[in-house]
């Protein structure tokens, strides 16, 4: 069977399967009184960065996205190695570019870079390894969520999938991570949160298999990009477009109430007993698709 029959997320359960790994954003190694948080991001330019995107950008997403893993664990990071390959036509100034790119995101999140390793290849391939921390009373696993919840996403959604068709490389790559968002989660006793990279719907269910539960949630409650309203398709957008980087969470409603006060925050559902990821559409509850942007597919 080839891996295009497979997908990424089946070929991502089989590893943790067979090394007993748990299924999250960031490996949590114990050390004590806190977690040290482990993830690794593969970025290529092929596959991850549209014609247009500069190599500054390319720099910026390649450390933005394994902060936001981070942050769905309520950590704080501290370090970074990279590897780099290259084609050997590449121009000396694109390397110094998607450096500048690299420091401009690690001096504005924190952390530094301790080392890596750089090899020649067909294209330009990034991978980067964060370190982080986290007090182990305030980590943030997937696994955590209990019938009767609230749902919430952080800021808005639908804005990858727009900023891709609009071609907008700075709102597509130049990605925000949620640093001070789940830091005030992780403090408040949040115990089920992810990055929400794929797509909401992909999401969801990555949450349901972990958890064995299932989500509601409600159109009219989505917070949806004013850029994603501009097109047709916004929903499409909303729920099974990656590249948000926001957080996905469940708390209490009251608890979740009182959090609205201090970050942005909105609430999209509840979690239910029922293991199955459905929305409500004028008064009526469909399945969702469990589909988002999955590699190799």
Known sequence: MKLSQIGERKLTYNVTKKFSIPYDDCAFIDMGKEYLLLTTDLTARKTHFPEGATFYQMGWYSIAVNISDICAKGGEVIAYTIAFAFPRNMEENEYEELLNGVDACIKKYGGRLVGGDTKEADDVVIVVNAVGKVNKKEFMPRKGSRPGEAIYVTGSIGRGGSALIDGDM???????????????????????????????????????????????????????????????????LALYHGGDYE???????????????????????????????????????????????????
């Open 170 to 236: 700075e709102k597509l790559l130049i990605i925000k991570p949620r640093i001070k968002e789940g830091k005030i989660l992780a403090k408040a006793g949040v115990k089920s949160c992810m990055d929400l990279s794929d797509g909401l719907a992909s999401s969801l269910y990555q949450l349901m298999k972990m958890n064995n539960l299932g989500f509601r949630i409600y159109e009219e409650m989505l917070p949806i990009s004013e850029n994603a309203k501009k097109h047709e398709n916004f929903m499409e």
């Open 247 to 297: 957080l996905l969470f469940t708390i209490s409603e009251d608890r979740g109430k009182e959090l609205e006060k201090v970050i942005d925050i909105k609430k999209i559902g509840e979690v239910i007993k029922e293991r199955k990821v459905v929305m409500v559409r004028d008064k009526k509850e469909e399945k969702l698709e469990n589909k988002g942007y999955e590699h190799f597919r």
